[in-house]
């Protein structure tokens, strides 16, 4: 089915580990973004792409990295997890100039 | 420094109450707006946006929101809030020129029946 996808949707890691969410969007996007959900905070952008092998960081990029090397994809991991980093996730992507549209979401708890 | 502000953090209702979410943006020149929608448990859904031309913007499930540019405001309204309208509301503003939207920080609805 068409869509934007995030796999895990729950993931539960220890302090250190390295993490990867991945979302997958079958429009053919240009733009794919990662945002992370926390009380208080709203939405922050992590980290942005405005094509294949086109990133860009956003509000938050400390301690992450992405990479987009095809179209559909972008990855985010987190080298080296720490305990700030739990929170919700979220992917979303757009078309130049349209509505950004939104996965489902991976909730991280990082112990 | 440029932010979305939404000042009602959690508004409470009883069903067929009417709604009015505030959300005010400081960024310069044009700009993009949107509201979405998270039902508990799911992901932001998309309500309504203003690109241009009216001011006045419908949405689904019977929303609508203005845009009054003097104010640098985008409020959302409803005549008559129903018990599945509890979700969290996010205001977001896309800056010509920018990529990404900012949000602001929501505001918990929770209706009553």
């Known amino acids: 089915d068409a869509g934007i996808t995030q796999s895990p949707r729950y993931k539960i890691t220890e302090t250190g580990r390295q993490v990867t969410l991945m979302c997958h969007q079958t429009w053919s996007h240009s733009y794919m973004f990662w945002y992370r959900q926390d009380l208080g905070h709203g939405l922050r952008l992590i980290y942005y792409?405005?094509?294949?092998?086109?990133?860009d960081k956003g509000e938050v990029p400390d301690g992450y990295v992405v990479s987009r090397s095809k179209t559909e994809n972008f990855p985010l991991t987190l080298e080296s997890a720490t305990r700030s980093q739990t929170s919700v996730y979220f992917c979303?992507?757009?078309?130049?100039?349209?509505?950004?549209?939104f996965g489902p979401g991976t909730r991280l708890t990082v112990l | 420094a440029q932010s979305v502000s939404q000042h009602n953090h959690h508004v409470i209702l009883s069903e067929a109450a009417s709604l009015e979410l505030g959300c005010n943006y400081s960024y310069g020149g044009t700009v993009n707006l949107f509201w979405y929608v998270q039902y508990p448990g799911q992901h932001l859904q998309l309500l309504l946006k203003?690109?241009?031309?009216?001011?006045l913007v419908k949405g689904i499930k019977g929303f609508e929101a203005e845009f009054i540019k003097s104010k640098f405001s985008f409020n959302l309204r409803k005549p008559s809030v129903q018990w599945s309208d509890t979700a969290e509301y996010f205001c977001?503003?896309?800056?010509?020129?920018?990529?990404?939207?900012?949000f602001g920080t929501g505001t918990r609805l929770t209706v009553i029946p």
């Open positions: 203003y690109f241009s031309g009216d001011p």
């Open positions: 792409s405005a094509a294949a092998d086109i990133t």
């Open positions: 979303a992507s757009n078309a130049q100039g349209d509505t950004q549209y």
């Open positions: 977001a503003v896309n800056p010509t020129g920018a990529n990404n939207l900012f």
